[in-house]
């Protein structure tokens, strides 16, 4: 890359660079060949974090268009289209998706049994792990998990991620749990779970500690990373989808009504959002918000020190059709 901007040292031209926007980068690609190399190179990425120049995304992933993720930008109030997920699995469902580092990682998952012709078994569960890096807009292939799987707990837990439980590719619940070292790109076996259970499987990070909940179970098993053990306990917010909050934890129940719980270990509905199904929507939170997506349309509540959630409406997924398979939030 050699004279970016006339009069600078590519060095401040990154600089500059460097502080526009995600959803500009589009634009800047068509000034020149130069611009377009530098925008999608890594270059740039380190002169971001050099600069400590952040964006937050909310990103989320409809049923349609196939493989395809969209990012909410909520300073902006607008959503930018990734390229398509490259996974040889057309309509990828079942999957896990979180961020850390500065990508969104998608983790996991198989085949979705309605999209298959008959007499076609697809692939159950995948061990596939894929990352997606905003600024250069490209996906790329990490280490595959070590046991493959759907339907499992994923969380970040001090800047790795842990995966457990869930379906096997032999279609059997499995006790299996393993961290990844995305700076290192490596899966390391943990201990197992204590117990396995034949239903959807999903994880909450609360207080720095993972815990994993099976649906219409009461029980939940957090990792103690003191002792590198599982520890089981009785949980009274065994509801999907959850986000988190300054530790709080926020469950859709009931027709998707929001609710919480309090000190007293009560449950306390924050409102009612009209929904049809809560397995068709997704929830994720960012700072002090809760952003909830359902058919493409995106509610927000947003929490102060006290007192009830304001709740306002953003911008609509631009691309979407159907349920919403995951959603989670990233800082870039």
């Known amino acids: 890359m050699s004279s970016l901007i006339e009069g600078l040292v590519d060095e401040v031209s990154l600089m500059c660079l460097a502080r526009v926007p995600l959803y500009l980068h589009p634009n800047l690609s068509l000034v020149c060949r130069a611009?377009?190399?530098?925008?999608?190179?890594?270059?740039?990425?380190?002169?971001?974090?050099?600069?400590?120049?952040?964006?937050?995304?909310?990103?989320?992933?409809?049923?349609?268009?196939?493989?395809?993720?969209?990012?909410?930008?909520?300073?902006?109030?607008l959503w930018i289209t990734t390229p398509t997920l490259p996974s040889h699995i057309p309509h990828i469902s079942y999957f896990s998706a979180v961020s850390v580092a500065g990508k969104l990682f998608v983790l996991g998952g198989g085949h979705n049994p309605e999209t298959l012709e008959e007499g076609d078994e697809g692939i159950f569960a995948t061990n596939e792990v894929w990352s997606y890096e905003p600024v250069t807009r490209k996906w790329a292939l990490c280490a595959p998990m070590i046991v493959p799987r759907i339907m499992f707990a994923c969380g970040v837990v001090n800047g790795k991620i842990i995966v457990a439980g869930g379906f096997d590719a032999s279609r059997n619940p499995t006790a299996k749990?393993?961290?990844?070292?995305?700076?290192?790109?490596?899966?390391?076996?943990?201990?197992?779970?204590?117990?396995?259970?034949?239903?959807?499987?999903?994880?909450?990070?609360?207080?720095?500690?993972?815990?994993?909940?099976?649906?219409?179970?009461?029980?939940?098993q957090k990792f103690d990373n003191d002792e590198q053990a599982w520890k089981t306990d009785i949980c009274s917010w065994s509801s999907y989808p959850v986000a988190v909050v300054r530790d709080v934890v926020y469950v859709q129940r009931f027709n998707c009504r929001c609710y919480y719980k309090n000190k007293n270990a009560e449950h306390i509905e924050i409102g009612s959002f009209g929904f049809h199904e809560r397995f068709e929507s997704g929830m994720a939170s960012l700072g002090n918000e809760i952003y909830l997506i359902h058919l493409g349309y995106v509610t927000v509540l947003r929490?102060?020190?006290?007192?009830?959630?304001?709740?306002?409406?953003?911008s609509p997924m631009t691309r979407f059709r159907g349920i919403i398979l995951a959603c989670t939030s990233m800082r870039v």
């Not at 290192?184 to 909940?213: A, E, F, Q, R």
């Open 35 to 77: 611009w377009r190399a530098a925008v999608q190179s890594v270059e740039l990425l380190r002169t971001r974090q050099e600069v400590n120049f952040t964006e937050d995304f909310i990103c989320a992933c409809a049923h349609e268009p196939d493989n395809i993720w969209q990012l909410y930008d909520p300073r902006r109030n």
């Open 303 to 314: 929490f102060g020190r006290g007192g009830p959630p304001s709740c306002r409406q953003a």
């Open 177 to 220: 749990a393993e961290i990844y070292d995305p700076e290192k790109n490596v899966w390391i076996l943990m201990p197992d779970l204590n117990h396995t259970n034949n239903s959807l499987c999903y994880g909450v990070v609360v207080h720095g500690k993972m815990h994993v909940l099976h649906m219409g179970f009461s029980t939940v």
